[in-house]
Structure formats: structure tokens, C-alpha cells
């Protein structure tokens, strides 16, 4: 084979390209330089102007002129433009004004008008409560000049004159369908104190400049459009022989190979891929090759996926067994007591993973007892719900008559840590109901704060000590609380996946909400409250995944045993 030619060499056309898209730029850059360059030159122009004009008039006369102009037009504002008459008669207040004095004033601001070649020359007054300026003399000897006393608006891109009056008017541009382009300016004239007296105004018009700006670039651009496609239909050429048709014959033959494994259980022959003969002599043959060894990879990365689906597949089953199987361990048949009008009671659990390391029971410790418990295991999955069987089992099997709920998870924290290799824990909430007298024992080990809901009122929460967490510390204490429920109040129990319910906007469901969503349904019974908490979260989280186990208790105390 002969010396092989990169593909950077080949590159050589596309900078071709590259280089006519700098030409491009740089024309931009230039006419864009060229185009502030004028522009910076039409604003010194007009301030030269402006300052020319406040050199040469007469500073007392101006001053004279303006107080004159000011006083008619603070006396009696400008009427509405629309009332031809009113307007006249507006008009005609100032015409006393225009004497010898005036008429030097004017001839003057003629005279370098058509000096220096502007479009218009005149003096304003600003009146800052109306936000206008009111003419005082225009210099414009045409039938469009504007009479003293013609007045207009000033436009928000100036409102800077009413914070700093000696700045004036900067320079600026506009282009309007009346004047057409435009550079505007306004110096102020100044009495011998620094106060401002008035403006000299100067617009200047930019109309031919810019048709020989815009006459530039259509001239530039037609030239530069020729140049790219001429380029353009020489560099599609090369690219179709030497790039564009070898990576269809690529794509080819690698569709034919997936239709082929699609379609039949082994290759019966060599495939396209197999057969490909491009000898380009850059990275584009190099690329044919590395197909060749990807292909012969595939295939044995097919067989090795097809070991590992197989295994993941029984994996799965066996999650799915197991999933059965925590859920058969917590009472999940209801009503639980269906004999006992002492008490209803309801509970439910949705896992974040085929498995959940939260849990939840209800047993009765004697005939009078009934021992209601919730809690949570730190992490998610299978660990979490191993450790959740022990500490269930060992909260239950320790839950005697006459022993109290803090003695039980003093016991059950000392087992919890002796077979603890993982460093695990339980935040727990245990409760022991007397069915007789309403007192409820209670234990809380690092878990949340029950609600209660006494009859008529609403759920708040209940707070109560909170304990260390099961299994984290031997030898820990667990003290007991204890409140007495009258027939009608209520006790919900949850973990922390309830509140923690993020949506996609990572916000949480949140104590408030729930609280809300408990109060709003405080009249259903057990088994119709906790559905509808759960559809609450539901809304709010929208097609955000679950992020943790949902587990729920209502307990109702409805009469005392007899």
C-alpha cells in the first residue's frame, strides 16, 4: 500500500470554506468599524456645531429671547396640536417677540447653519415638570422652520438632561420616516453662575452616508455570495468522492448487519461489513477497518448480554418474590380487628424500590393492649429491608404486657447494635394503646413527630421526645411518654418519605401540605384518610420518581373496652 493521506490533509477544502467565512467577518468587522467611524464623526460634527453657535451668539440675548419664551409658554402651555385654532392663538402670543433683537438672534443661527452645512440649527428651552422643549428660535430659513413657542415632547433615551441639565443632549442617532437619518445633539448655554439658560440644538442628516453604507454591502455581499457557491459546489464535489460516498457504504453494510442478527440467530456467511474494500489511504479506511474488528466484538458481546439479561431476568423474579414476601410480613388485611369495636385501624406502604426499608405493624399485646409501631431503616433496597425483618421481629417478640415501650427499645437498640456490622439504623415510633382506659404509652427513637387529631378539631402535631435511633449507640435509655385519647381522636403515623416527596422542580411535599391534606380529609375514616394523603403526594409530585418509601398509620380510638 502507498503512503497513506490524512484525512487533515483533505481538510485543506474545507478551510477553503473557512477562509470565505473570515472574508465574511472581516467585511462585517471593517463595516462595522467603518460605519462607527462615521458615526463618531457626525456626532463630533454636530457638537462642534453646537459649540461653534454658543461662541459666536450673544449669551444676553439668548438669555433674554429664552426667559421671554419661558414666561408666555408657563403662562398659557401649548393646547392640544389638534385644534388648528387653539394653536394659532397659541402661536400668536409670540409673535411680539420677534424684533431687532430677535431677528439678529436669527440671522445669526442662519448664517452658520448654511456654513456648516447642517440640517437644522435652533435654541430650546426645557421644561422639566411637562418634559418637553419649547422653541425659541430656529434658524431655519425654509418654510419648514419651526415658530417660537412650537413645542414637543422628550423622549425617554434623553431624559438624563432632568438629572444633569449641563450635560445636554449627547450626540445621537435616529432614523425617522418624517426627517429620515439623523445625528442630533444639544449643548447647553451656560450664564456666568453654571446655571443653564437654553440649548442649542443641531441635527445633522446622515441620509447619504448611509445609502452609501447600504450601496457598500450590497455590492460586498453580492460578490462574496458568488464566491461561496462557486467554492461551495467544488468542495460538495470532493467531499462526496473522498468522504460522503466511503461512509455510505459504511452505513450500508452496518444496517445490513443489524438486519441480518434481527432476523436470523447466527450469520450464515461473511457479512457486508466483512467484504468492504475502501482504500482511501486516511481515517476514513482506518474507520472500515475498525468496523471489521467491532463487528467480530459485537458478536461476542451479544452472546455474553444474552448470559447477563438471562441473569438479570431471574434476578428480578427473585426481587419481585422477595418484595411479596416483605409485604405478606406487615398486616395488610383489613379491617385488621374486625371484632373489636374498641378501635379502627389502618396502614400502607409503598416501597421507592422492589424492596423498602420502612415497615409498620399493629398487634394486640393482650386482650386490653393494642401496640401500634412505624419506622424507618437508613438506606434503600435489599440491606434495608433485611435489617427491617430483625428489628420488626425484635420489637415485636419483646412487646409484653406490662412492659413498657421505652424498656422494649432500650432491649431491642442493645440487639439491633451487638449484630450491627453495617453500621445501620432504625428511627422508630412505638405506642401502646390501653383499650380500656384511652392511655397511650409511647416511644419515639429519632423518628417524626406523630398528628393528632382530637375529636371536632384538627390534626396538629403531637410533639414528643425524641429518643436516640435504634441500633446506633448501646446502652441508650429510651423513656416513655404517655397522653390519653378520648373516644373519637385520631393518631397518624408516618415516616419521612411522606413529607420528602420531591417533584421535578425538586421541590418537597412538605409538613405544611400534608398537614393540609390531613385536615382537609379529617372526615373520611382510617382506610379512605390515608389513600387520600397518598393521592395529595401523588399530584404534587407528578411524573417525578419516587425517592423513598411512603409508609402511613391512622389509629381511631372510638370507645373505651367494656
Same mark, same amino acid.
Given at each position: 500500500?502507498?503512503?497513506?493521506? #490524512?484525512? %487533515? ?56 429671547? $429664552? ?29 411680539? @417677540? ?5 431677528e439678529e438672534l436669527y440671522q445669526t443661527l442662519v448664517r452658520i447653519r448654511a456654513a456648516s452645512g ?11 415638570? #411637562? ?28 431624559? !438624563? ?6 450635560? !445636554?443632549?449627547? +450626540? ?31 441635527? $445633522? ?54 438486519? $441480518? ?113 412505624? +419506622? ?57 394503646? /390501653? ?20 375529636? *371536632? ?7 414528643? %421526645?425524641? !429518643? ?12 416513655? *411518654? ?13 415516616? /419521612? ?17 400534608? %398537614? ?7 372526615? @373520611? ?18 411524573? +417525578? ?18
Open positions: 500500500m502507498g503512503r497513506k493521506r #490524512s484525512l %487533515r490533509q483533505k481538510s485543506v477544502l474545507v478551510i477553503l470554506v473557512f477562509t470565505l467565512a473570515l472574508a465574511i467577518v472581516s467585511t462585517a468587522v471593517s463595516y462595522q468599524m467603518y460605519a462607527g467611524s462615521m458615526d463618531e464623526y457626525y456626532k463630533s460634527l454636530s457638537e462642534k456645531v453646537a459649540n461653534t453657535a454658543i461662541s459666536v451668539l450673544d449669551t444676553e440675548m439668548v438669555k433674554h429671547y $429664552t426667559e421671554l419664551v419661558t414666561e408666555i409658554y408657563l403662562k398659557n402651555p401649548a393646547p392640544d396640536l389638534a385644534d388648528e385654532e387653539a394653536e394659532a392663538a397659541y402661536l400668536a402670543q409670540y409673535e411680539a @417677540l420677534q424684533d431687532e433683537g430677535y447642517v440640517l437644522s440649527l435652533y435654541i430650546i428651552y426645557v421644561d422639566a415638570d #411637562s418634559r418637553t422643549c419649547v422653541y425659541v428660535v430656529d434658524g431655519d430659513d425654509t418654510q419648514n422652520a419651526c415658530l417660537a413657542g412650537t413645542w414637543d415632547i422628550i423622549y425617554e433615551q434623553n431624559y !438624563g438632561i432632568f438629572e444633569d441639565p449641563v450635560q !445636554g443632549f449627547p +450626540a445621537y442617532i435616529t432614523n425617522t420616516e418624517e426627517y429620515g437619518w439623523l445625528c442630533s445633539t444639544g449643548v447647553a448655554v451656560l450664564d456666568e453662575d453654571g446655571s443653564v439658560l437654553a440649548y442649542v440644538m443641531v441635527d $445633522t442628516s446622515m441620509d447619504q452616508v448611509m445609502r452609501e453604507r447600504y450601496d457598500y454591502l450590497a455590492r460586498i455581499s453580492a460578490v462574496l455570495l458568488v464566491i461561496t457557491a462557486l467554492q461551495l459546489l467544488f468542495f460538495l464535489n470532493v467531499v462526496n468522492r473522498t468522504v460522503v460516498k466511503p461512509i455510505n457504504q459504511l452505513a450500508q453494510a452496518a444496517s445490513s448487519y443489524v438486519s $441480518t442478527r434481527e432476523n436470523t440467530d447466527a450469520q450464515t456467511g461473511p457479512s457486508l461489513l466483512a467484504e468492504l474494500a475502501i482504500h482511501t489511504g486516511d481515517e476514513v479506511e482506518n474507520l472500515a477497518e475498525a468496523m471489521k474488528q467491532m463487528e467480530q466484538d459485537i458478536n461476542g458481546y451479544i452472546e455474553n448480554l444474552t448470559a447477563v439479561t438471562a441473569e438479570k431476568e431471574r434476578i428480578g423474579a427473585e426481587l419481585d418474590i422477595a418484595r411479596h414476601i416483605q409485604s405478606s410480613m406487615l398486616p395488610c388485611i383489613f379491617p385488621a380487628f374486625p371484632d373489636r369495636e374498641e378501635f379502627d385501624i389502618y396502614a400502607t406502604m409503598d416501597p421507592a424500590k422492589e424492596v423498602g426499608g420502612d415497615f409498620y405493624d399493629f398487634f394486640m399485646v393482650d386482650d386490653r393492649h393494642l401496640a401500634v409501631v412505624m +419506622a424507618d431503616v437508613s438506606g434503600k433496597g435489599i440491606p434495608a429491608a433485611l435489617f427491617m425483618v430483625i428489628g420488626k421481629t425484635l420489637i415485636k417478640d419483646h412487646t409484653q404486657p406490662g412492659i413498657s415501650p421505652g424498656t422494649v427499645f432500650t432491649s431491642v437498640n442493645n440487639l439491633l447494635c451487638d449484630s450491627n456490622s453495617e453500621g445501620m439504623f432504625i428511627t422508630a415510633f412505638e405506642g401502646v394503646l /390501653d383499650l380500656a382506659t384511652g392511655e397511650f404509652a409511647y416511644v419515639n427513637a429519632g423518628h417524626e413527630v406523630p398528628y393528632l387529631c382530637r375529636k *371536632g378539631e384538627i390534626f396538629e402535631p403531637y410533639k414528643v %421526645r425524641a !429518643g436516640f435511633v435504634l441500633a446506633g449507640m448501646e446502652d441508650i435509655p429510651y423513656r416513655d *411518654g404517655k397522653l390519653t385519647l378520648e373516644p373519637g381522636d385520631r393518631i397518624f403515623l408516618y415516616t /419521612d418519605g411522606v413529607p420528602e416527596a420531591t417533584n421535578a422542580d425538586n421541590q418537597m411535599f412538605g409538613l405544611e401540605r400534608m %398537614r393540609d391534606s390531613l385536615n382537609q380529609n379529617r372526615a @373520611l375514616p382510617p382506610e379512605q384518610l390515608l389513600p387520600a394523603i397518598k393521592e395529595a403526594t401523588g399530584r404534587f409530585v407528578g411524573e +417525578a420518581p419516587q425517592f423513598d418509601d411512603l409508609t402511613m398509620l391512622c389509629l381511631e380510638y372510638r370507645r373505651p373496652m367494656q
